[in-house]
């Protein structure tokens, strides 16, 4: 089935840094991923719409600087959370919008990355 | 907003059947319901997926009344290891999916 790779699965940075993390389809082509974020025993919380070779759409709330999103190739979405602070760190999990097999309409979605900021 | 409500979380033994309804009223046409299941740090897992009727695969079932304004996901016999969070999407392809609350199921011996 259609999988996508995210990496990395977790990461540890300081205050002020920045960080990427990858999205990739593996053996198909991804239009179309979302980014989402899930703190603690919550829900998953949209991010923003990643198109490619296209600007991204951010949910509202969402400060586009803060979270750049590239999404260059139509295998791979990258997410750069910009001068991260503790209250960034969250689970963030990609996904990538696919038809046919498996889920004839549907997404698949990436192994999440833990993000710490100490 | 999510477009769908279910039950916040579900007791359960091993061995039993368990039933997991979401309601959604405002469905849409060309919607599709689709069922993820995502245990702790992971992705969410994609369980099953249909529009009406009946649909059965080698892990679970759904069923989908005739007005669509809701759905069941139905686990047989579940273990421990389905111990897990549930979510019930409903969404057109290539539309952004909007998470709910999902269903925390926990299994116990």
């Known amino acids: 089935g259609a999988v996508v790779s995210q990496h990395p699965s977790r990461v540890i940075c300081k205050s002020g840094t920045s960080v990427k993390i990858e999205c990739r389809s593996l053996?198909?082509?991804?239009?179309?991923m979302f980014w989402y974020r899930q703190f603690p025993k919550q829900s998953l919380m949209l991010m923003a719409t990643s198109n490619e070779g296209s600007k991204a759409t951010y949910e509202q709330g969402v400060e586009k600087d803060k979270f750049l999103i590239n999404h260059a190739s139509l295998t791979l979405s990258t997410l750069t959370v910009t001068s991260a602070h503790p209250e960034d760190s969250s689970f963030y999990i990609c996904?990538?919008?696919?038809?046919?097999?498996?889920?004839?309409?549907?997404?698949?979605f990436g192994s999440g990355t833990r993000l710490t900021v100490v | 907003l999510a477009k769908t409500t279910q039950p916040i979380s579900m007791d359960s033994y091993e061995g039993q059947e368990v039933n997991i309804t979401c309601s959604h009223n405002?469905?849409?046409?060309?919607?599709?319901i689709t069922w993820y299941q995502q245990f702790p740090s992971q992705g969410p897992r994609f369980i099953i997926q249909?529009?009406?009727t009946k649909v059965t695969n080698e892990v679970a079932s759904l069923f989908i009344p005739a007005d669509r304004k809701s759905s069941t996901l139905s686990l047989p016999r579940v273990s421990l290891s389905d111990t897990a969070v549930y979510y019930c999407?409903?969404?057109?392809?290539?539309?952004?999916?909007?998470f709910g609350s999902g269903t925390k199921l926990n299994v116990k011996p």
């Open positions: 999407l409903v969404g057109e392809n290539f539309n952004k999916f909007y």
């Open positions: 053996d198909f082509q991804a239009t179309t």
């Open positions: 405002n469905i849409a046409t060309n919607d599709y």
């Open positions: 996904s990538a919008s696919i038809t046919g097999g498996e889920v004839p309409y549907g997404y698949t």
């Open positions: 249909g529009y009406k």
